[in-house]
């Protein structure tokens, strides 16, 4: 069995990575109610609390695993590459772009040829190479792999890394230290690959014991929740995740090495709708003022639309529910129709 992220090693990664990624917030989501309000919460719907790493300079999450990765592959000039080679969606190619900038190193980045302008646009911007793919992981993979042995990159798995496991696993670091005199019931996390919701069980489990880790996925492409309720790794066809517009969370499978993470530090994972994760990018913009793209709202939508029953909690009793919004790298016309919406019913 695959030895699982120590504490030890996010503690080391968000010493590298400071100065670098924003401390983002836990900000408080209108509606919910205050620790010091008499008036008890509505049952099944506790103080939430949310993690918006949409903040971030790369504008989701991904930058802290791959900076820390690519830090600690280029600090000795005799073993450092080349320049490194990743393949994503979009979001994890635009950190390890940005990163790879940042530390002086080339960057290519394979990406699926239905993966969204606004983030391609992003990783060129950067200064990295753009290499296309069939869009399914095996195309990616080949792709990858290919690159570093024929140019000496090293390469920066999207998920499947310690070092990148140890960088995501600064959120739930950065939620315990916040916490500490009030821990959270639970925080939910978004899933697609695993490196986010393991980091992050990690540092909460070790942290805030009686805090439950919950990943959110959508129904479209629900393939880490298969796997945790069988045991063993399932994986879902590319032409079924490619169904959501969840294009962050369209990942087939979830990791060797964050699976047994999974496995053992997390309580459960949920799906949400598409019609959910849409309503909760328009609750995100309209009543917290803060920008989600699907995938990066998943947490928030399982929050907004299950009950503490559904979710495995106890009823409500003061302690607050995190949720953390993952990216904010939404398509602008995409979110100018979902605002557009029911924009008047938040407006009266």
Do not use: C
């Not at 899933?191 to 014991?209: E, R």
């Not at 799906?271 to 989600?292: F, G, I, K, P, S």
Request: no cysteine.
């Amino acid at each position: 069995m695959a030895e699982l992220v120590p504490l030890e090693e996010i503690r080391a990664a968000a010493h590298r990575i400071a100065g670098v990624v924003v401390r983002t917030p836990l900000v408080p989501f209108p509606g919910a109610v205050a620790p010091s309000d008499a008036t008890p919460p509505s049952p099944g719907r506790p103080d939430l609390l949310v993690k918006p790493e949409s903040l971030q300079p790369t504008g989701a999450f991904k930058l802290r695993g791959a900076y820390n990765a690519i830090r600690v592959l280029t600090e000795d000039p005799v073993t450092r590459p080349g320049g490194v080679v990743a393949h994503s969606s979009g979001n994890h190619g635009f950190a390890v772009a940005y990163a790879a900038a940042m530390l002086g190193v080339k960057a290519a980045i394979v990406v699926p040829h239905n993966a969204p302008t606004v983030k391609t646009d992003a990783i060129a911007g950067a200064g990295a190479e753009l290499v296309w793919v069939e869009p399914n992981l095996a195309a990616r993979v080949a792709a990858t792999g290919q690159i570093a042995r024929t140019r000496g990159y090293a390469e920066i798995p999207p998920f499947d890394h310690r070092l990148v496991i140890a960088g995501q696993g600064t959120i739930g670091l950065e939620i315990a230290e916040d916490l500490a005199a009030r821990p959270p019931r639970a925080v939910l996390v978004p899933v697609g690959g695993g490196g986010l919701v393991s980091g992050i069980a990690v540092a909460i489990t070790a942290l805030l014991p009686e805090t439950k880790v919950i990943g959110v996925e959508p129904e479209l492409a629900a393939d880490a929740r298969d796997s945790l309720h069988s045991g063993t790794r399932v994986a879902w066809q590319a032409a079924d995740t490619a169904r959501t517009m969840a294009d962050a969370l369209r990942v087939e499978q979830v990791g060797e090495l964050t699976f047994p993470h999974i496995r053992e530090l997390v309580s459960d994972i949920v799906t949400v709708t598409e019609d959910e994760m849409l309503a909760a990018v328009r609750q995100l913009a309209l009543r917290a003022r803060l920008v989600a793209e699907p995938g990066g709202a998943v947490a928030v939508a399982a929050s907004l639309s299950r009950s503490a029953a559904e979710l495995g909690l106890a009823a409500a009793d003061g302690a607050p529910l995190v949720a953390v919004l993952s990216g904010g790298n939404i398509d602008p016309e995409l979110l100018t129709g979902v605002l557009g919406a029911e924009a008047t019913s938040y407006n009266r």
